[in-house]
Nanobody, 120 residues
Framework: QVQLVESGGGLVQAGGSLRLSCAAS????????LGWYRQPPGKQREFVAA???????HYADSVKGRFTISGASGQNTVYLQMNSLKPEDTAVYFC??????????????WGQGTQVTVSS
């Protein structure tokens, strides 16, 4: 397991921007994926974005064109730049780390979450 610590959440008006950071407590294996999930109030946790150690990125349709994930897994950090924020982006945002073993990803850590609140 690896410990992940998020930071950068807060309160912002609609149309504004925030940048979330996630730092891992130790080195993660070369073949890995770091990602962001979020849990809106009263709803289930949902995928937001992910980046592989090879640099491939994936986004949920709801955030494409507004959010950008970056960071090198080898550096054990990942960022989520969130622009043009909407009230529906309000959620607790969680960082996740996966390692790729024998053809599939295994989760090795979750962060504690950071609150993002977007006011209208």
């Amino acid at each position: 397991q690896v410990q992940l610590v998020e930071s950068g959440g807060g309160l912002v008006q609609a149309g504004g921007s925030l940048r979330l950071s996630c730092a891992a407590s130790r080195s993660i294996s070369e073949d890995n994926q770091l990602g962001w999930y979020r849990q809106p109030p009263g709803k289930q946790r949902e995928f937001v974005a992910a980046i592989t150690s090879g640099g491939s990125t994936h986004y949920a349709d709801s955030v494409k064109g507004r959010f950008t994930i970056s960071g090198a897994s080898g550096q054990n950090t990942v960022y989520l730049q969130m622009n043009s924020l909407k009230p529906e982006d309000t959620a607790v945002y969680f960082c996740q780390a996966n390692v790729y073993v024998s053809g599939r990803y295994y989760t090795v850590g979750w962060g504690q979450g950071t609150q993002v609140t977007v006011s209208s």
